[in-house]
């Protein structure tokens, strides 16, 4: 079992920055794809970024290439979220999961282990 832990999330203006972290502990997720996906109210979950295994290959959401950049810590199990002129609608609860397989990638179905999230809310 991997679990999963977020953390950095806050309370930024319009045009900061925030650095996401997502720990894991249970297992060393070296191998693992990491995705983080966000939820904001009324809303479905949606991919943000991934990060897929073997090749550290990343992919992002339309919403948030150039302003995100997704990196993984294999030292320190730990996957990151750097998050750059951030806007409002970048508010939301962000999640990190983990997909044993390495494959990843935008859709929800391949992770099988989630954090509990982390809240972002960006002020205008």
């Known amino acids: 079992q991997v679990q999963l832990v977020e953390s950095g999330g806050g309370l930024v203006q319009a045009g900061g920055s925030l650095r996401l972290s997502c720990a894991a502990s249970?297992?060393?997720?070296?191998?693992?794809?990491v995705g983080w996906f966000r939820q904001a109210p009324g809303k479905e979950r949606e991919f943000v970024a991934a990060?897929?295994?073997?090749?550290?290959?990343?992919s992002y959401a339309d919403s948030v290439s150039g302003r995100f950049t997704i990196s993984k810590d294999n030292a320190k199990n730990t996957v990151y979220l750097q998050m750059n002129s951030l806007k409002p609608d970048d508010t939301a609860i962000y999640y990190c999961a983990a997909d044993q397989w390495g494959s990843g990638g935008g859709s929800i179905d391949p992770y099988e282990y989630w954090g509990q999230g982390t809240q972002v809310t960006v002020s205008s």
């Open positions: 990060i897929k295994w073997p090749g550290s290959k990343t």
């Open positions: 249970g297992r060393t997720i070296t191998r693992y794809a």
